[in-house]
Structure formats: C-alpha cells, structure tokens
C-alpha cells in the first residue's frame, strides 16, 4: 500500500474511532446497555475527498482482519445508514455553501463569510463572493452581459409550456427577416444526448439542433433590448462593449 494511500487510511479510521466512541457506536447496540438508547444523526464532512476514494477502500477487504479497511463507516453508512452520492448547490460550488445544504435541507443559506483580522484589520473575504459579484456587474465575466432577469424568467415560462421539449430557442426580427438566436435559450436534461452526438460529429452550432425532434424556437418579445443577443466571444469583443459602456 502506499504511503499516502496508509497515511489517509490511518488517519480516516482513526478519526471515525473517536467519532465513533464519542456516540457510543463500538458498542453493542450502538448504547450501553443500562444507558437509554440516544438518537443521534452523525455527519462526517471531509473537504476535498473525492467519493471514489470512500467506496473503494469501504470495498477493499484487509488482508490482515478479513474485514473492510473501512469497517466503521462500511457497517454504519453503508449498511445501516445512507449515503449520498452526488448533489449541488445553486450558487457557488465551495464547501461551506455545500454542507449548509445538507445541514438545513434549504437551497443556498450562506451568502459569503467575511472574516475580520483584529490584528492586522484587515477583512479576508474567505467565499471570495463580493468580487465575483461586482466583476459580474461590470460584464467581465460573462459573455452576454446583456441578458436579464426579465428575459430569463420569460425563457423559463415558455420552457414550461411546452413539457415535451428539450430545449428552447428563440427567434428575432433582423433587416426584417426572422433571424434564429442560439442564446439565450434553455434546455432539459433529455437533450444531453442529442447534444452529445452533435458534438461527436462535429456539429457545433448549436442552431443546428433545431434539426432534432423535440427542440423548438419560438419568436422573442418585440420589447427585449438589442443587447440581449451581444454575445462576446473575443477580447475585442469585450474591449469595444466597455469603451461603449463607459461612453
């Protein structure tokens, strides 16, 4: 075994042994027996270990005990408790903001954690969620900075209209002639597949799923400003609509 892969298995197991003693779970019946059974939801939160590693030493039988490398978490997680395999948050993909959600069972509740050095007085903005937010605002980093509120929720209402769909463009008039726009538009999981192929045969306009079943284009609101289909896709781009901005 190597060494890192020994170190990580000692330390694993050796932190689940206290767990473990601290709940009373070594003991038969997970509480002593002339203690009142206690109901306790135990959650072990480990940053930065992918889930491959979990099962595989969980699986792997130590020569030595004839037992799992794991035999804590194979016994109390994997056979009598439960695991998750795989979730999301909508928002930013960091720790905190992830275990808030399996903690309250809510959509995103931590917005950012500003912490303040006494010391130096200094604040260290550990999400880092203020400047994400502010160079967004300024449309550094996103390609159709044009695109609103308003324009997605009404992509969205269309979307549910139409339950059979995969995914939704829309179209505008141009020079007088409808002009089809790849984005912004909105898609299911259903269309992974179809996207899939297109991508494997070299088809990457993604108009060109228009050609497909279940894939539909619908004409866009007389309203919408002309800058809901900027799209930049080169620096230049992104130079001359912030020379035009700050005009």
Not at 110 to 129: C, M, P, Q, S, W
Not at 167 to 179: C, E, H, N, Q
Not at 196 to 223: M, T, W, Y
């Amino acid at each position: 075994m190597a060494l890192k892969r020994r170190d990580f298995l000692k330390r694993l197991t050796a932190s689940l042994g206290g767990i473990a003693t601290f709940t009373r779970l070594k003991k038969l019946g997970f509480a002593a027996a002339a203690s009142p059974r206690a109901r306790r939801l135990v959650l072990i939160k480990i940053d930065g270990l992918p889930h491959r590693l979990v099962d595989e030493f969980a699986n792997e039988i130590d020569p030595e005990t004839g037992k799992s490398r794991l035999p804590w978490v194979k016994h109390v997680f994997y056979e009598k408790g439960a695991r998750i395999n795989n979730f999301y948050v909508r928002g930013m993909s960091l720790s905190a903001p992830s275990w808030s959600l399996l903690d309250t069972g809510q959509h995103l509740q931590i917005k950012g954690n500003v912490e303040f050095d006494r010391l130096t007085l200094h604040a260290y903005d550990y999400l880092n969620f203020i400047p994400f937010y502010y160079e967004n605002l300024k449309g550094q980093h996103v390609d159709m900075p044009g695109v609103e509120s308003e324009q997605l929720r009404w992509l969205v209402e269309r979307f549910d209209e139409l339950t059979s769909s995969h995914g939704l463009m829309t179209t505008r008039i141009d020079d007088g002639a409808p002009s089809i726009e790849p984005f912004p538009s909105i898609f299911r999981l259903s269309a992974a597949a179809a996207v899939c192929d297109q991508l494997q045969n070299s088809r990457r306009a993604v108009h060109s799923l228009l050609n497909i079943d279940g894939f539909k284009s619908i004409e866009s609101p007389p309203g919408w400003p002309a800058d809901a289909w900027l799209n930049l896709n080169t620096p230049a781009d992104l130079e001359a609509f912030r020379n035009r901005s700050n005009a």
